[in-house]
């Protein structure tokens, strides 16, 4: 699936919101964005720490936005762009929510392991297979931008800055 007009446009408001979230304790620099015929209907950022609620990821908050403008969980036409490749529960939120595409900026080989399962389970490939008719998929809009947001694939990562649980 190629690039639309405006991805590049609504990730940079994806990687403001991620910049924002970086200054806040409890937050993580992950960013999302939900736009539905050229009008974003929900926006925000890794909420983790800060309610705190395991769930809260960019992703699921953007979709709860969005739902709540609209009154209605249906999200069919609506594109979501988010900083950096969704996990299983956001991606699985999307199909969920008839999210039409999602756009993302850095994907899982762009940036350290510590941000996605080790059982190398490419959920994008997952909604690719099962969905491929209804929503459509589009990685590395604006990746060097998103990718810089992160822990890069070589870093050493400290243990206090460790998103998983993952033995060092």
Known sequence: MAAAPDDERYMRRAIALAKDAAGKPGAAPIGCVIVLDGTVIGEGHNEVGLRPDPTAHAEIVSIGRAARRLGD????????????????????ASVWAKVSRIVYGAGRDDVHPMYFDERHMDTVDFIADAYAERIGVQGGVLLADCAALYYGPDDDVPEDKRTDSAPT
Do not use: I, V
């Not at 969980?73 to 699985?92: E, H, I, K, N």
């Open 73 to 92: 969980a249906d999200l069919r036409g609506a594109t979501l762009y988010s900083t950096l490749q969704p996990c299983g529960m956001c991606s699985l």
